[in-house]
């Protein structure tokens, strides 16, 4: 748990007594490649921190394409928020790119928690929030920046995915064709 406690930590130190209560609740799990975390019509019933591996989250349009919209390796989290609060079916699918162990939290432990120990309502806080400014700024790049543009803005927020990630699932993040992103890249480089 030293990863999840690092990330914690990073926002506000716990008491050894507080560290212990969040690892009563929080489970370790491990989830093969092409493995699902959720999948569109089900519930988010689980908030998920990477300790090893790739996740992506995603949705399918009406033609059958589907559209990435977040990745999460090591020191992420990942859930649908909306379904995950609501307890609404999801639209979503959050799906492990690779062989991956994570630790999970479902809704009723991490409520008791927000009572329990306050610095995590305000851990949990400051993650949704980083996560809701990142969504932001991908929706202006979205309409305001060109293709490289974002390809760069990718770079700059998953350094450690654009060699681990194929063309195909970088570019469904960009909203381009694997085939313009090798072109970006290759501009690129040179």
């Not at 307890?87 to 928690?113: G, R, T, V």
């Amino acid at each position: 748990m030293q990863s999840l406690f690092k990330e914690f930590e990073e926002i506000l130190p716990l008491s050894e007594e507080e560290s212990e209560l969040i690892e009563s609740k929080i489970i370790l799990s491990t989830i093969k490649r092409k493995g699902f975390l959720l999948k569109e019509g089900s519930v988010c019933r689980h908030y998920t921190f990477v300790k090893k591996g790739c996740f992506k989250m995603y949705g399918i349009d009406d033609k059958g394409f589907s559209h990435n919209i977040q990745f999460a390796a090591e020191g992420d989290w990942i859930a649908d928020i909306g379904s995950f609060y609501t307890q609404i079916a999801s639209k979503l699918y959050i799906e492990a790119i690779e062989d991956s162990e994570i630790y999970q939290i479902n809704q009723p432990n991490l409520y008791e928690l927000f009572i329990e120990v306050h610095k995590v309502n305000r851990m949990f806080k400051v993650i949704s929030e980083n996560n809701f400014v990142e969504i932001q700024n991908r929706v202006l790049q979205n309409f305001s920046s060109t293709a490289e543009q974002r390809y760069l803005s990718f770079l700059e927020q998953y350094p450690q995915l654009s060699n681990r990630l194929p063309n195909t699932q970088i570019a469904s993040y960009l909203g381009i064709t694997p085939e313009f992103l090798s072109k970006i890249r290759k501009r690129l480089k040179g």
